[in-house]
Every structure is written in C-alpha cells, then in structure tokens.
C-alpha cells in the first residue's frame, strides 16, 4: 500500500496515498500435492490515507487525512473485506468555507472511488501475490 498511489475521479486531480500500514493476524499458504494452492488469512489492517488536490495552478496543494480500517479480511470472504472509513475533518485555523467544502469533496472521492480500489487491491493484488509464492 505505501507504494500506492490511486487517483480520484470526481476531483481535479486528487491523488490517495498511504503513510501508515499496520497489519495484525494471521497468514498461510495451503498447497495439496497436485492441488492449486490455497490461501488461508484473517487480518486487520489500518492504513493511514491522505488526499491532496493541487490547487492555485499546482503551485499548492490542499491536503485530506484519515484511516481506513479494514477490520475483517479473511480468506472465508475475499472479495468482501469489512472496511470502515475514518475522515480528520478538522478544517485550519483561518479556513474558508471553500477549503470545507474542498475537504467534503476529497472525502467523498475517497469513500466512492478509494475503498473500492482499496478492496480490489485486497482480493486481487494481494491473494495474487500470496498465491505465486506456493
């Protein structure tokens, strides 16, 4: 995930990032003799996420945090990991209504079009890798 970088459509050019990944459980590989391998999971992962829209041309940038927890991915349910979103919404001291309303949007961006990327990532990128190590 830190290598990640997802763009997200609805904005102007907001990119999703991760800075954070912690990963609890447990992880396994089941591989019968002439069997395609199987993969046996049950983890929690928390990533930490940001946001950021160029603004003013792209000489700046406005920033959204939060975390994602993924609190039941397990080899039972692949495709449908349980994810609950967190959004900082604590907007700077001396901000416009506009950075608000900004803020809303990137946070939306990443609830329509971030965690869907991120289960895929999950049930694709992530059981492909586990499976090519059999």
């Given at each position: 995930f830190k290598r990640a970088s997802i763009p997200l459509e609805d904005t102007e050019g907001a990119m999703l990032t991760f800075f954070r990944v912690e990963t609890t459980g447990d992880c396994a590989l089941s591989v019968k003799v002439g069997g395609q391998?199987?993969?046996?999971f049950e983890m929690r992962i928390e990533l930490d996420w940001k946001a950021e829209?160029?603004?003013?041309?792209?000489r700046s940038?406005?920033?959204a945090k939060g975390q994602i927890q993924i609190t039941d991915f397990s080899s039972?349910?692949?495709?449908?990991?349980?994810?609950?979103?967190i959004c900082d919404n604590q907007l700077p001291p001396g901000a416009t209504p506009a950075?608000?309303?900004?803020l809303t949007k990137l946070n939306d961006a990443v609830k329509t079009h971030g965690l869907p990327e991120v289960s895929r990532m999950?049930?694709?990128d992530f059981v492909g890798e586990l499976v090519k190590q059999a």
């Open positions: 391998p199987r993969p046996m829209q160029p603004v003013d041309r792209g940038f406005v920033e039972e349910d692949i495709r449908c990991p349980q994810m609950k979103l950075f608000g309303q900004l999950l049930s694709e």
